[in-house]
């Protein structure tokens, strides 16, 4: 996937979560807790404990048939389909922070930093 598309995934994730469906929401927990495990296996933490509440909740969200619909996806083509709805469904909900001279998105709503060119708005004086 390129860089610009998990950018703009990660923005919508973190930043409008609230926008959802509950369905959305137990998918994409059980999603966060088998990435948190697989990256603790990594740095050697308890990984057994936490691979097995990450394999609990897939079992548990499972288990309704919308959610496990939405898991059988695999996390890849979660994320970039349901960021898409919500682009699609909550235009004006989703406030994209592009920066006014390269259009790279910023890391966060109200960021005045803009990560690709460095341009400061508030440097400008206005
Ligand atoms: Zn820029």
Do not use: W
């Not at 939405?70 to 920066?99: A, M, Q, T």
């Not at 005045?112 to 004086?125: A, E, V």
């Amino acid at each position: 996937m390129p860089d610009r598309m998990n950018e703009l995934i990660r923005y919508i994730f973190v930043y409008h979560r609230h926008l959802l469906t509950p369905y959305e929401s137990a998918a994409a927990d059980s999603f966060l807790a088998q990435a948190k495990a697989r990256s603790a296996s990594r740095f050697g933490h308890s990984a057994e404990t936490m691979l097995q509440v990450a394999e609990e909740m897939k079992t548990l969200a499972s288990k309704d048939p919308v959610v496990k619909t939405l898991l059988d996806r695999g996390p890849d083509e979660f994320y970039s389909s349901v960021s898409l709805r919500l682009l699609r469904d909550h235009r004006g909900e989703i406030k994209l922070n592009l920066c006014p001279r390269c259009l790279a998105l910023c890391k966060t709503p109200r960021a005045k930093q803009r990560p690709k060119c460095y341009y400061n708005s508030r440097s400008k004086g206005h």
